[in-house]
């Protein structure tokens, strides 16, 4: 069994910044890579930004420079630091585990962006 736990989501006024964490635990796992994915209203699920174990990166492209995505291997888990955020922010955000023996979600956290 894997548990995929989020934090850091809230209300925040365009041009601000957030932080997401997400840890993984439960059974031993062989990891891929980990993310953050979001799903506004309307709009399919997409991805935001992945990382591997190597720290090899990926970021959806109305996200990258303003998005840095980072782990933490030994404690298993993610981080998605935002910043200049915009109201096309807006969305629920899911962390994702990319293991050898499947998907995980986390259950997500809405990220609101006010302008």
């Known amino acids: 069994q894997v548990e995929l736990v989020e934090s850091g989501g809230g209300l925040v006024q365009a041009g601000g910044s957030l932080r997401l964490s997400c840890a993984a635990s439960?059974?031993?796992?062989?990891?891929?890579?980990m993310g953050w994915y979001r799903q506004a209203p309307g709009k399919q699920r997409e991805l935001v930004a992945r990382?591997?174990?190597?720290?090899?990166?990926n970021y959806v492209d109305s996200v990258k420079g303003r998005f840095t995505i980072s782990g933490d291997n030994a404690k298993n888990t993610v981080y998605l630091q935002m910043n200049s955020l915009k109201s096309e922010d807006t969305a629920v955000y899911y962390c994702?585990?990319?293991?050898?023996?499947?998907?995980?979600w986390g259950q997500g956290t809405q990220v609101t962006v006010s302008s």
């Open positions: 994702n585990l990319d293991a050898v023996r499947g998907y995980y």
């Open positions: 439960g059974s031993s796992f062989n990891i891929n890579a």
């Open positions: 990382i591997t174990p190597r720290g090899t990166t």
